[in-house]
């Protein structure tokens, strides 16, 4: 009877002691893992349980219990899920599915593309949008209208540049716009015309493409609900667990999307979704009724812009462009307006995020956010310059003292870096995608793809942060290398970065444990392969809350 006692304490005690350890529902095991964590930084086992790290470590026997998926990932690197700090999210499910000109190196092959498309259409009159094209890729001549007048019949085709900033119109487009040589320019943008005959070209920039936008029908909810799901996979195969998301359609068109589509549990990602800015009144009105979403979907950011974009010579300099000095660039909202509504959204406890890409746009704008600061009293804004390109040496040191977020894409500066120093000069560009500076100033920058201006992929993004390579193989050792980072800094900046430019750094962007169980599984250890050969890494595994959201 005592043996009896003794063995029934002795197996209680085992059990207690097995028990004594949480039990993770997957483990993945003989990895490299960064977590982003200073106070741990490297890991070789994670373990997940209802959606959050239970542990990050080395030893997971403990943790493995008679359910636990146990992966072994032979030495493969993990980090966390990355975060695009900012995305025309819903846009780029329909560029998904549109005409791609961004490719296009000539212009007969702009027009071919468009034929192509055009051909595989049926004649029913609907609109053609999309291309993401660039004219700098044929040497920077502007497409006109009659590129594509004699391919797009029974089409109005509006297809806009890669930046966004400039569209071109074929004249059914124009004629059902009214646009014609009478027509003036709308204020923050200009339709460009025909030196000799003054006739509209089909080319319209910034706010001048408001005039087309404006006709084009609205998509149908299905419409908008199958784009969403077509980026959601994109990004998910990339990596991407979360985007903030800056609009596309210019309402509230893309959170009622997103809004569906979790309500219908097809949202297998993180969203921090904006609004435009002048409709900060409504959104203060929302969230005092609905608050600001949860850790799937989330909002309560605006959306603004100073001005245009460099390659549409639009972005707001002190000084005119060298390749076109009649212009200094332009500014796409009323600053009147623009800095009411700053102070107004920030008085309302509203993130404010504006567009500036320009010296003067973005010294402007780090001056109206100085002001909302003096008059709204301190608290934990986090204001946002998104893209913050081109700046004084002065303006890289205000982004710490003003703790605004310098919100960057640095794909833009590979893309850019080609031709930049034409539009500029060799003084200007010294100061431009300033990483390195602004790290070393102690700005809390970020990075993102500005999707679709620019690829989704983070891993191209990190590897052009890191080598700063223009896509023309023009610059091996950098473009401006001494703004160059490393990859640890560019993981950070797409991770833990971004995290706290969403109030998120407390579950989100770093693995340890309690945090939300959000990472990926690379094919190769960036920190150890040469840096040029970052942007061939593949993402093998993306998890999202726990739950493997992408296999490859």
């Not at 204020?187 to 509209?200: A, F, K, L, Y």
């Not at 309500?263 to 609004?275: C, E, Q």
């Not at 462009?321 to 102070?343: C, S």
């Not at 050969?533 to 809350?545: C, E, M, S, W, Y």
Request: hydrophobic letters at 40%; proline letters at 5%.
């Amino acid at each position: 009877m005592r043996l009896l006692y003794f063995l029934t304490f002795l197996t209680l005690g085992l059990s207690a002691c097995r028990s004594s350890a949480p039990t993770a529902e997957t483990i993945y095991y003989n990895a490299r893992i960064w977590t982003g964590n200073p106070g741990q930084p490297w890991g070789k086992a994670i373990g997940v349980a209802d959606g959050k790290i239970l542990f990050v470590g080395d030893a997971y026997e403990p943790y493995i219990g008679p359910e636990t998926e146990v992966v072994d990932l032979k030495g493969r690197l993990i980090t966390p899920g990355f975060i695009d700090n900012h995305t025309h999210f819903l846009d780029g499910g329909f560029v998904l599915a549109g005409v791609e000109l961004r490719s296009a190196k000539t212009p007969s092959e702009f027009t071919q593309r468009l034929a192509d498309f055009t051909d595989d259409l049926p004649n029913d009159g609907r609109w053609i949008t999309g291309g993401n094209w660039d004219h700098e890729a044929w040497g920077g001549e502007l497409p006109r209208r009659q590129w594509i007048d004699s391919v797009s019949s029974g089409h109005p085709v509006f297809v806009s540049r890669l930046d966004g900033h400039m569209a071109l119109a074929n004249s059914q487009a124009l004629a059902l716009a009214n646009i014609t040589k009478d027509t003036p320019d709308p204020e923050g943008g200009t339709i460009v015309r025909d030196p000799s005959t003054g006739e509209p070209t089909g080319m319209l920039k910034d706010e001048a493409m408001s005039l087309v936008f404006g006709i084009i029908p609205e998509y149908s909810e299905t419409e908008l609900d199958e784009a969403l799901q077509r980026s959601v996979e994109h990004a998910l195969s990339m990596g991407v667990t979360q985007v903030h998301d800056v609009g596309s359609f210019g309402g509230w068109t893309d959170l009622n999307t997103y809004q569906r589509a979790k309500k219908k549990g097809s949202l297998p990602m993180r969203i921090y979704s904006f609004i435009p800015l002048s409709k900060w009144g409504e959104l203060a009105e929302y969230v005092k009724n609905n608050g600001k979403g949860d850790d799937e979907l989330r909002w309560g950011g605006l959306k603004g812009f100073v001005d245009g974009s460099l390659g549409s010579t639009t972005a707001w300099f002190y000084d005119p462009y060298n390749d076109e000095p009649e212009t200094a660039g332009l500014v796409v909202t009323d600053t009147n307006d623009l800095r009411k509504w700053i102070l107004a959204a920030d008085s309302a406890g509203l993130q404010v995020a504006v567009h500036a890409i320009g010296d003067r746009a973005n010294d402007w704008l780090l001056n109206v956010y100085q002001d909302a600061e003096n008059r709204n009293g301190p608290r934990d804004r986090r204001f946002r310059i998104e893209h913050a390109q081109h700046l004084t040496r002065e303006a890289i040191g205000r982004f710490a003292g003003l703790s605004v977020i310098p919100s960057m894409q640095p794909y833009h500066a590979i893309d850019d870096g080609r031709w930049a120093e034409k539009r500029i000069g060799p003084e200007r560009i010294k100061t431009t995608y300033a990483f390195r500076s602004l790290l070393d100033a102690n700005a809390p920058l970020t990075f993102g793809s500005d999707w679709t201006v620019a690829p989704l992929n983070p891993l191209e993004g990190i590897y052009a942060a890191v080598t700063r390579q223009t896509l023309d193989g023009a610059n091996p050792n950098g473009w401006v290398p001494e703004e160059k980072i490393t990859v640890e800094e560019a993981l950070h900046c797409y991770t833990a970065a971004n995290a706290y430019a969403g109030f998120q750094e407390d579950k989100l962007g770093i693995l340890k444990p309690g945090c939300l169980a959000d990472f990926v599984v690379l094919s190769e250890n960036i920190f150890d392969i040469a840096p040029e050969q970052i942007k061939a890494v593949q993402v093998l595994r993306t998890v999202v809350g726990g739950k493997v959201a992408y296999q490859k």
